[in-house]
Every structure is written in structure tokens, then in C-alpha cells.
């Protein structure tokens, strides 16, 4: 069994998170989804938007498949 660099389960959970926003999932339903905190998620969300130079959720979403971190179906 290989390990994951960290790197790579780093992006992984973060872009199970912009799927979510992509998704137009609710706060509550994505962190569910997730297995994590409300307040979790949203921390995450806060910090994706600003290491993408986002103003906002929908925004995050666009700027993640326009630098190919999600498939423009997502």
C-alpha cells in the first residue's frame, strides 16, 4: 500500500470541497457530506477563496476550472 504524499490529500479534500460549491450544495449538506464540522467547512471555503483570489463562492468555482483543479461539468 503506497502512501499519499501530503500535497496530494491536501488537494484531494480541498477539491472535494470546491465540488461542493460548484454543486451549489449548502453549507450544511456539504459538511455532511464531507464528515466534517460546519465550522470546518466554512474555515476551508474562507481559505480556498483567498489562496484563489476569490471575492466570492461562485467566483471560487470559475477561477477552480479555469486553473483545471475541476472539470468544467463539476
Known amino acids: 500500500d503506497v502512501e499519499e504524499p501530503l500535497g496530494a490529500l491536501y488537494f484531494?479534500?480541498?477539491?472535494?470541497?470546491?465540488?461542493?460549491?460548484?454543486?451549489?450544495?449548502?453549507?450544511?449538506?456539504?459538511?455532511?457530506?464531507?464528515g466534517i464540522s460546519l465550522r470546518t467547512y466554512r474555515r476551508r471555503v474562507a481559505s480556498l477563496m483567498q489562496d484563489l483570489g476569490a471575492e466570492s463562492r461562485f467566483q471560487a468555482g470559475a477561477l477552480a476550472v479555469e486553473a483545471g483543479l475541476l472539470p468544467a461539468s463539476a
Request: net charge positive; proline share 0%.
Open 12 to 34: 484531494r479534500d480541498e477539491a472535494r470541497i470546491l465540488g461542493q460549491l460548484c454543486a451549489g450544495t449548502t453549507d450544511i449538506q456539504a459538511a455532511r457530506r464531507l
